[in-house]
């Protein structure tokens, strides 16, 4: 392109005021700026679009013609820079969140940013963590929130908050009555379990929180979904070993009873989880404020 939009500005200035110093003036540039950008758009097509007269400038027939085209232009180019000042605000968002977060943290972090921006619509994809991770490297998400540690060299895996699981029982089940004695391996090894299915950073926590006698574990049951463990554990099926997060309300109701096992790290973390390449916008940045906040 052989123009550009200052010099069609200088233009459409000067066939205003017919003066280039009080075109240059209203553009904030100095004379010479405004005479040499002109003058460059004359040159560039070989063309004259005012006749001078002294120090006035009186648009010529090609200039008179020319001048609607360049504010069409300009308008155009205009609304094109609202559209994308606009972007500089919080705005619709596509998240995904593991089932752990997305139960029990992620619908409180998303009424908070609608509250904040009204006009803004989120998006909430619940799923495990592999799931969550294959589509934030496709462009399908602008973030992730998981609960499982990711190797993936395109992704930005970000710590955010700390977690821990917990092992549970039913308070039918002989383990309720142990009054806080914390279970040894050899107990961890006589029970049969209800666990998360691979995939899920649940899932892959527990495996590492088990290193050592992972393999000897009695697994009757892996499900997809934290509210089923809880339930086929209520209904004495066996003991479970989910996020303390969505255990709290069970635990105060007391229809589950927590298990201690000091000798195994239970502790881990939550995590962001944004593509390297893609562009994070105000939105996704409030978003990640309105987490740590939480």
């Not at 950008?37 to 063309?47: N, R, S, Y």
């Not at 803004?120 to 998400?141: C, G, P, Q, R, S």
């Not at 290193?211 to 066996?238: D, F, Y």
Request: include cysteine; charge should be neutral; proline fraction near 4%.
């Amino acid at each position: 392109m052989k123009y550009s939009l200052r010099q069609l500005e200088v233009f459409l200035a000067a066939a205003h005021f017919e003066n280039i110093t009080r075109a240059a003036n209203s553009l904030s540039m100095s004379q010479s700026a405004a005479s040499s950008a002109l003058k460059e758009l004359e040159q560039q097509f070989d063309i004259q679009l005012f006749d001078r007269v002294g120090k006035r400038l009186q648009l010529n027939e090609l200039g008179r013609l020319v001048r609607p085209q360049a504010e069409a232009l300009l308008s155009q180019a205009n609304e094109l820079e609202t559209v994308l000042r606009q972007h500089q605000q919080p705005g619709n968002l596509k998240v995904g969140a593991t089932l752990t977060i997305g139960n029990y943290l992620a619908v409180k972090i998303m009424a908070s940013y609608m509250a904040q921006h009204p006009e803004a619509k989120v998006m909430l994809d619940v799923e495990n963590t592999a799931a969550i991770a294959k589509k934030v490297l496709n462009f399908e998400l602008d973030l992730g929130l998981v609960e499982g540690e990711l190797q993936q060299p395109e992704l930005d895996v970000i710590p955010w908050r700390q977690d821990e699981l917990v092992v549970f029982c039913s308070p039918g089940h002989p383990l309720a009555q142990r009054n806080e004695r914390p279970l040894s391996d050899e107990e961890l090894l006589e029970q049969t379990w209800i666990l998360r299915e691979a995939g899920s950073g649940t899932r892959q926590t527990f495996d590492r929180i088990m290193s050592g006698i992972l393999p000897q574990l009695n697994v009757l049951l892996e499900l997809q979904h934290t509210e089923a463990i809880k339930r086929a554990v209520e209904a004495g099926l066996g003991v479970g070993c989910l996020s303390q997060v969505a255990l709290e309300d069970a635990f105060k109701r007391g229809s589950l009873v927590p298990l201690k096992i000091p000798q195994r790290n239970t502790q881990r973390h939550f995590y962001f989880v944004l593509h390297k390449q893609k562009y994070r916008s105000a939105g996704v940045q409030r978003w990640i404020d309105l987490c740590r906040q939480d």
